[in-house]
């Protein structure tokens, strides 16, 4: 079975402060995708990263950092010195690679980050 | 600007009424798809396409149905026979299928 969990319902911090979002998967195939997506207030979701289940460098972009650990299964998502405009929904997600799920995204439950000023 | 709309983004039901929400790409994507968001959950899959004129049901099809008539739109009706339709519906659309979703604003939906 595929599976994501983020067992972090809500974070709320205050500015400057960093902050960690916690991802697990579960999943079977030896080759597979995780993605993390911000949902504003807008409702939009905006992607952040793409990670392939090869590649388990981790990974820098600005504030925002990835750590990719396939011995726990984890994808951990960390904004360092957050600011207020960081408030959103975050969701993991991952991608079964099979070619008849047609590139299916299974989503966690979503992380709902406050940050305070 | 390239990207994804979706239209409307309000949209009000009576029950037993059929609606249609809009979803338009112009990023030359070949697959699109329509997720199901509801209020402190993650998104499930409802239909995709990965060509004109093919498509497949998600994890949550009934009561729903979709058209792929052209590459830039890929329509979503909510059926009468959809028990609890008040949602967010977001539709996505990708290279191929094995490429990133990008995502449209959403449509929320609510029946009254």
């Known amino acids: 079975a595929q599976k994501v969990t983020q067992a972090q319902t809500e974070i709320s911090v205050v500015e400057k402060e960093d902050v960690t979002l916690d991802c697990v998967y579960e999943?079977?195939?030896?080759?597979?995708?995780l993605f993390w997506y911000k949902q504003p207030p807008s409702g939009e979701l905006v992607f952040l990263i793409r990670r392939n289940s090869f590649d388990e460098q981790n990974e820098i972009s600005g504030r925002y950092s990835w750590n990719f650990q396939k011995s726990t299964s984890s994808f951990n998502f960390t904004i360092t010195a957050s600011q207020v405009v960081d408030s959103a929904v975050y969701f993991c997600?991952?991608?079964?690679?099979?070619?008849?799920?047609?590139?299916?995204?299974?989503f966690g439950q979503g992380t709902e980050l406050s940050v305070k000023p | 600007d390239g990207g994804i709309t979706q239209s409307p983004k309000y949209l009000f039901r009576k029950e037993g009424q059929n609606v249609t929400l809009s979803c338009e790409q112009n990023l030359n994507h070949d697959a699109m798809y329509w997720y199901r968001q509801d209020p402190g959950q993650g998104l499930r899959l409802i239909y995709y396409s990965q060509i004109v004129n093919d498509f497949q049901k998600g994890d949550i099809a009934e009561g729903y149905s979709v058209s792929r008539e052209k590459k830039e739109s890929f329509p979503l009706t909510v059926t009468s026979a959809q028990k609890n339709p008040t949602a967010f519906y977001l539709c996505?659309?990708?290279?191929?299928?094995?490429?990133?979703?990008?995502f449209g604003p959403g449509t929320r939906l609510t029946v009254l």
């Open positions: 996505a659309s990708a290279g191929g299928v094995t490429d990133t979703q990008y």
């Open positions: 997600a991952l991608r079964v690679t099979f070619y008849n799920q047609g590139g299916k995204l299974i």
């Open positions: 999943t079977r195939d030896t080759t597979y995708y």
